[in-house]
């Protein structure tokens, strides 16, 4: 019977590669655990021992992807010719890491040469905010809900924030009750060059991620380790910027109209919230937020200011 | 950070087969066990991260010189250990010659005036 032990073959295959899967998963979280808590032991908090410990792996989903491809160059390689091995070995022994780093230095380096101008935010498509090297993230499609927002680094000055960050709140779907305490998840891809972020919700709901590197990230959220589908709203984008430069805002609605103004007094659109001291008239505090639920588009324009 | 682990890894490579060969010749371990093993064994001066650990681990068990079993630890935990095979044996002391062959060659460059 050879269709159906083709089929058998087929359903072999796709199991062993789970298992294989599985594998690596278990002996890398092994690593994680025991690093991690070696840092509890030493006086960390949990959080701060679980985020240690995987800097220090230095992203789990690029490591296994570096096995994984291992695997099939090796494989590959080894039917063209005995030496191959020894080549291989010398050559993605150092390349892999190094290559990691570099990259991550390199989206650093290019997220503090920012002092770009348009950020926009299209609540129609789950994506906030579209920006050169900006935190983007997707999600899938599920039963809970997450508001997001996310924070642009224009800032150059000394004092205000030069990181994308990423805060939001998480509800359930249907009651709108907040989910507390449950783990929220950053996972790069593409993954090799940036690390994963972890944190926890508290009792409303509302996390927070700090000085993202530019990527595109996944956001997951899982309670007692079991992935709970979210579904996002692109719901406000946050800047921080120096009181010392005049910016314009601007806010294109779903019906078209736009907003613009230089300071929070003057743009009188319901669901814009500013928050953070007012500063000298005709300049935006060093905090402020737009709020923007109407599906529409958000513009920022923030002039190129020089560097300090 | 990223600085130091760049340096590490330049003066790892090429050494890492030879000094995980070297560690699972002694006894199987796995992989963070390893790491302290050899970190323990050259006085810190070695300090292995899981990023050129385990592809390294699992390169020289695609080799087959190193066989990985998996064993559950005290928390039951699964853990996968590893073991110098008879060919990883023999590709160890293959290593070792090339790296005394190594050590010499560069010593009779530092040494000539």
Redesign the interface.
């Known amino acids: 019977m050879p269709f159906l032990s083709r089929v058998m073959s087929f359903w072999r295959n796709i199991f062993r590669r789970r298992k294989v899967e599985q594998?690596l998963n278990?002996?890398?979280m092994?690593?994680v655990?025991?690093?991690t808590e070696r840092h509890l032991r030493a006086g960390m908090t949990a959080d701060a021992a679980r985020e240690a410990a995987l800097l220090?792996?230095?992203g789990l989903d690029g490591?296994k992807q570096?096995?994984r491809q291992?695997?099939i160059g090796?494989?590959g390689l080894r039917k063209l010719a005995a030496f191959a091995?020894v080549a291989?070995?010398?050559f993605?022994?150092?390349i892999?890491?190094?290559l990691?780093?570099t990259r991550?230095?390199e989206s650093r380096a290019q997220s503090t040469h920012t002092e770009t101008s348009a950020v926009k935010s299209d609540a129609s498509v789950n994506r906030v905010p579209r920006y050169p090297s900006n935190v983007m993230f997707y999600t899938s499609e599920g039963n809970a809900f997450a508001e997001v927002s996310s924070s642009i680094p224009i800032c150059v000055g000394p004092n205000c924030s030069r990181w994308p960050s990423l805060e939001g709140l998480l509800s359930e779907k249907k009651t709108q009750a907040p989910l507390a305490n449950v783990e929220v998840t950053l996972v790069p891809a593409p993954p090799p060059p940036v690390l994963p972020h972890f944190t926890r919700t508290d009792e409303y709901g509302r996390f927070n991620f700090n000085a993202l590197p530019g990527s595109t990230f996944r956001l997951i959220v899982k309670s007692r380790g079991v992935d709970i589908p979210i579904n996002t709203r692109a719901g406000a984008v946050s800047v921080a910027v120096p009181t010392d430069a005049p910016y314009s805002v601007s806010v294109t609605r779903k019906d078209g109209t736009q907003v613009e103004g230089h300071n929070p007094e003057k743009l009188k659109l319901t669901g814009i919230v500013s928050f953070g001291k007012p500063s000298t008239p005709g300049f935006l505090p060093s905090n402020f937020r737009i709020l923007e639920y109407d599906k529409g588009t958000v513009e920022l324009k923030i002039p190129n200011q020089a560097k300090p | 950070m990223?600085g130091t682990?760049?340096e590490r890894?330049?003066l790892?490579?090429?050494t890492?087969?030879l000094l995980i060969l070297r560690t699972l010749e002694l006894q199987p371990l796995?992989?963070?066990a390893i790491s302290d093993r050899i970190r323990q064994a050259t006085r810190g001066a070695f300090h292995i991260?899981?990023?050129?650990l385990?592809?390294?681990l699992?390169?020289l068990e695609?080799?087959g010189w190193i066989a990985g079993q998996?064993t559950t630890?005290d928390n039951a935990?699964?853990?996968?250990s590893y073991t110098l095979t008879a060919a990883g044996r023999k590709q160890l002391s293959a290593e070792k010659r090339v790296w005394e062959r190594i050590v010499v060659a560069v010593t009779q460059v530092l040494e000539t005036s």
Do not use: C
């Open positions: 594998d278990d002996e890398l092994a690593y655990e025991e690093v220090e792996v230095g490591l570096q096995i291992q695997h090796i494989r091995g291989v070995v010398f993605s022994a150092g892999g890491s190094t990691a780093v991550w230095k | 990223a682990r760049k890894m330049d790892l490579r090429g890492l087969d796995h992989g963070i991260q899981a990023g050129s385990f592809p390294a699992h390169r695609q080799e998996w630890n935990r699964r853990i996968k």
